[in-house]
């Protein structure tokens, strides 16, 4: 088949997007972030300030969420910087637990890999959105590397932050994602597993690669 699925999950910070964006330019598919779909609902709960779970619900079921070219825009408003707030950072897991928002967003996100080969980063892309996917990849990394690597990203965007702050805010994200009952944090059974502590940006894109070429 011409038109194949690449799925690429894991916990915060162990270089996911900067990973799956590559590996879509190189193979001429559309990369799908779908952790930036769950920060734009957060986004729009926080500036309404919807607090209760039936609120939650009632703007994951009629808000429009786009991706286009990269940029992600909320009803029709691109909120691409934005959505990386650290107000965002610390709620967006406590949505992302709500069995109705993901309900929405994994409809949105079977859509967008219909017709067109994607590659699609999140938490439960190869167990759940994508289960047909036809190559599955579990990125990880040591807590400390994942930590260090977030602050350095947020220094060169002049953002101000302590690692420590940053290695608790990680660890405290993937336990939620983790221990959440409606599709938890989890390697997909036939996912290939990727410990990327100490690997390179290049020898980790060049491992999925030749996972993928030695199948194509
Ligand atoms: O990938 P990113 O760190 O931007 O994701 C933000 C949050 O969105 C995750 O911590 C998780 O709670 C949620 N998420 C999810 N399922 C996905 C993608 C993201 O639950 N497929």
Known sequence: DLVYSVAIDGPAGAGKSTV????????????????AMYRAITLKALEKGALMTEEIINIAENCSIEIKKGRIYLDGRDVTEEIRKPSVDEKVS???CIPQVRQR???????MAKDC???MDGRDIGTT??????????LTADIKVRAKRRYDEMLKKGIKTDLKKVEEEL????????ERECSPLKAAED???IDTTDKTLDEVVDEILSHIKRRE
């Open 171 to 178: 660890a405290e994200r993937d336990r939620q994602d983790r």
């Open 117 to 119: 080969g994607v590659v």
């Open 191 to 193: 996912a290939i597993i």
């Open 105 to 111: 967003l994994v409809k949105l996100q079977r859509e």
């Open 20 to 35: 799956a964006r590559i590996i879509a330019d190189r193979l001429n598919l559309t990369y799908v972030d779908t952790g």
């Open 129 to 138: 959105v994508l289960p047909d996917a036809k190559y599955k990849f579990y």
């Open 94 to 96: 406590k949505v992302a």
